[in-house]
């Protein structure tokens, strides 16, 4: 993902379920100044393989991923600080569960979070539905 202010993020996912982002510089060197060495890997955001990444405005990070690879939910969504750290005042803890599955995040201008995947009622009942659900966050 590239931000305008020329950082540049990578993300993918580890093992033991977690993920990892890292921030590089305008020299293409991981900055330092984030996480640990230039990467974030909170240790309470679980994954079953894949998430997304956006960056606000306000050069915060909304990471999501699906905690399971075969039904439709939950996700899990958590707001890093700039600097690299889980934002506690963000839902409980610094993360969110939504009962759907999100495989798509943007961030708006002003901050809100927009996630866009697809539901069932119960989940994994079916049928699927598209929804895109929009977060306020703080600081949105």
Known sequence: TLFPYTTLFRSGGISGFRCEIIRFTAAGKPDRTFGSDGV???SDFQTAGEF??????????????ALSSYDLGPTDVALLNSSGSLDRGFGKQGMVTLQANYDTIAAQPNNKILLGGTYALPPGTGPESATVTRLLGPGG
Do not use: C, G, K, T
């Open 40 to 42: 974030a890997s909170p």
């Open 52 to 65: 997304s990444i956006a960056v606000r405005s306000n050069r915060d990070i909304v990471i999501s991923s």
